[in-house]
């Protein structure tokens, strides 16, 4: 059982650049959700999806885009990345809604530099 | 609206001695609460929750955590660090009432040998 596997680990962009954090989760867990960390920030909501088709934002949402086609699959859009994006970004899911109290299981992370 | 206030950014112990992290919620009902941990360049990993019966839960890695309803307090405790549990720690609730969970800001704690 994989868990929540994002990729890639590491990458580094140039100012302007668009790329895409994937991530996908085995647990037919409905609830998806994208975070990033600065140092010392603790954990930002980008993005949220509650279901396949389904997304919303969350508290720091600009100069992101997400979707949600499948249950397993809610992949991270960077448009025009900027320094500001640099950081370590977490998807994780939760069985929230379907019995459950709503723990979260994270990905291992994407660190991500704007150059 | 539900809160989560971690009040120590940083808590430094020495190896072997007791350790008491605090966590504080706002929330009309009666919450869901976790404690998550981050070691350095980790995702993070439930160490325990709570989300109703025993007020005393017991969390993987020796730690527990009681939930105190008339102190709207979920403080996380353990009788002896190790230095392995150097890490930060995140107090986290949810509720049936929002499914977008709410984050204290992280306590780092330090271990010294």
């Known amino acids: 059982n994989a868990g929540v596997t994002q990729t890639p680990k590491f990458r580094i962009l140039k100012i302007g650049q668009s790329m895409t954090l994937q991530c996908t989760q085995d647990?037919?867990?409905?609830?998806m959700y994208w975070y990033r960390q600065d140092p010392g920030m603790g954990l930002k909501l980008i993005y949220y999806?509650?279901?396949?088709?389904?997304?919303d934002k969350g508290e720091v949402p600009n100069g992101y885009n997400v979707s949600r086609s499948t249950t397993e699959d809610f992949p991270l859009r960077l448009e025009l990345a900027a320094p500001s994006q640099t950081s370590v970004y977490f998807c994780?899911?939760?069985?929230f809604g379907q019995g459950s109290s709503g723990e979260l299981f994270f990905g291992e992370g994407s660190r991500l530099t704007v150059l | 609206a539900q809160s989560v206030t971690q009040p120590d950014i940083h808590i430094t112990v020495s190896e072997g001695a007791s350790l008491e992290l605090r966590c504080n919620y706002s929330?009309?009902?009666?919450?869901?609460l976790f404690w998550y941990v981050q070691s350095p360049g980790q995702g993070l990993q439930l160490l325990l929750k709570?989300?109703?019966?025993?007020?005393l839960v017991q969390g993987i890695k020796g730690f527990e955590a009681e939930f105190k309803r008339s102190q709207s307090s979920f403080n996380l405790r353990k009788p002896s660090v190790h230095w392995s549990d150097a890490a930060e720690y995140f107090c986290?609730?949810?509720?049936?009432?929002?499914?977008?969970?709410?984050f204290g800001r992280g306590t780092s704690l330090i271990v010294h040998p």
């Open positions: 994780a899911s939760s069985p």
């Open positions: 709570y989300f109703s019966g025993d007020t």
């Open positions: 986290v609730l949810t509720s049936g009432g929002s499914y977008i969970p709410t």
């Open positions: 929330y009309g009902a009666t919450p869901y």
């Open positions: 647990m037919n867990h409905n609830y």
């Open positions: 999806s509650v279901g396949a088709g389904i997304t």
